[in-house]
């Protein structure tokens, strides 16, 4: 999660303590899940999100991170944190605003829901909720967006959150192939590709693990 400074190259998830069953995939397991969800038009959607997310991104520490204070986002962000450290965009490391920081919590877990009262229009807030989103963080995202930032949504179907957002990416958990959990693992290994592709075999690499999680995701295996 969040380093001392504010962003989030210490959020990852092996500071994080995480661990999960993931598995290698190799090249052909990765084009039979891609070709699994190509016909569902998913690929493309998150796809664009995520591309739209890295294009708003612009500055380091910029890029606010905010949930529900009972379902905090630490799992996007942790993987946001990743993709930012292995790809070098520091603009992509994300800050998880906190609703209520424990007392001496460290600095990159101490970032309070004030923060969001000094978002500028250089910065962007990505929405993280799993949950109809409670008439607080609908507050707290629209005076985000009259101050100027842009706004993403990633959430499981909440009309008023999504017509607040500039951006949004409803997951319905009636009609989307993926669960809410998979859609944030496509969101996040598309974020440092190009055109959909990996810009490097490491990057590939990557893409094929996190595709392993997502299958992981949908099988009911935990994930990391």
């Known amino acids: 999660?969040?380093?001392?400074?504010?962003?989030?190259?210490?959020?990852?998830?092996?500071?994080?303590?995480?661990?999960?069953?993931?598995?290698?995939?190799?090249?052909?397991?990765?084009?039979?899940?891609?070709?699994?969800?190509?016909?569902t038009g998913w690929l493309?959607?998150?796809?664009?999100?995520?591309?739209?997310?890295r294009r708003s991104a612009r500055t380091p520490n910029g890029l606010l991170v905010v949930g529900a204070a009972d379902d905090e986002p630490w799992h996007m962000t942790a993987h946001l944190a990743d993709e930012s450290r292995y790809a070098g965009l520091p603009e992509l490391a994300p800050t998880l605003v906190r609703w209520a920081p424990e007392p001496g919590a460290p600095?990159?877990?101490?970032?309070?829901?004030?923060?969001?009262?000094?978002?500028?229009?250089?910065?962007?807030?990505?929405?993280?909720?799993?949950?109809?989103a409670p008439a607080e963080l609908l507050e707290r995202v629209q005076d985000v967006r009259r101050?100027?930032?842009t706004v993403f949504a990633l959430d499981q179907d909440?009309?008023?959150?999504?017509?607040?957002?500039?951006?949004?990416?409803?997951?319905?958990?009636?009609?989307?192939?993926?669960?809410?959990?998979?859609?944030?693992?496509?969101?996040?290994?598309?974020?440092?590709?190009?055109?959909?592709q990996p810009d490097s075999p490491a990057?590939?690499?990557?893409?094929r693990s996190r595709l392993a999680r997502l299958l992981d995701a949908v099988s009911g295996t935990p994930t990391d």
């Open 158 to 196: 909440d009309p008023e959150l999504d017509q607040l957002a500039h951006e949004a990416l409803p997951v319905s958990p009636t009609t989307a192939p993926v669960s809410f959990d998979g859609a944030q693992h496509l969101v996040t290994s598309s974020i440092t590709a190009r055109d959909g």
């Open 107 to 132: 600095a990159h877990l101490a970032v309070g829901i004030d923060r969001l009262r000094a978002a500028t229009r250089t910065e962007t807030l990505l929405v993280v909720s799993q949950h109809a």
């Open 1 to 39: 999660m969040p380093n001392a400074r504010g962003g989030s190259r210490g959020l990852t998830h092996a500071a994080a303590g995480w661990s999960g069953t993931m598995w290698a995939m190799n090249a052909d397991q990765v084009a039979a899940l891609r070709a699994l969800l190509a016909p």
């Open 147 to 149: 101050a100027g930032a």
């Open 203 to 207: 990057l590939d690499k990557r893409l």
């Open 44 to 53: 493309d959607r998150t796809a664009t999100f995520a591309q739209a997310l």
